[in-house]
């Protein structure tokens, strides 16, 4: 069964740090673009951040740039977002997605994405 699972996710104050992993399972992230969504209650999805397959590029959303890290160990099929200085509007329930095999660029784009997680969530407390 092709799935993805993150974890990392919880309870956090406001200028703290959470690292999330997504590990892969049922497939191989192999020539596949990783990133990060998440959304927020009442709002829609949005990306924070991506990499490619070579971990050469990564790009993120600006409100976030500074702040998160996106990483990957191709060997443990599996891909970090390290995320430090949160801030309450960060809270959110955090996705990863898998791009569609070829697509090994970092695309901030969620139609290049094909398989998603169930989520972690994320509070953040003021």
């Known amino acids: 069964q092709v799935q993805l699972v993150e974890s990392g996710g919880g309870l956090v104050q406001a200028g703290g740090s959470l690292r999330l992993s997504c590990a892969a399972s049922?497939?191989?992230?192999?020539?596949?673009?990783v990133g990060w969504f998440r959304q927020a209650p009442g709002k829609e999805r949005e990306f924070v951040a991506a990499?490619?397959?070579?971990?050469?590029?990564?790009y993120y959303a600006d409100s976030v740039k500074g702040r998160f890290t996106i990483s990957r160990d191709n060997a443990k099929n599996t891909v970090y977002l390290q995320m430090n200085s949160l801030k309450p509007e960060d809270t959110a329930i955090c996705y990863c997605?898998?791009?569609?095999?070829?697509?090994?660029?970092?695309?901030?784009?969620?139609?290049?994405?094909?398989?998603w997680g169930q989520g972690t969530q994320v509070t953040v407390s003021s």
């Open positions: 997605a898998a791009a569609r095999w070829g697509v090994q660029t970092a695309t901030p784009s969620p139609d290049d994405y094909e398989i």
């Open positions: 990499i490619s397959w070579s971990a050469r590029s990564t």
């Open positions: 049922g497939l191989t992230f192999s020539y596949r673009a």
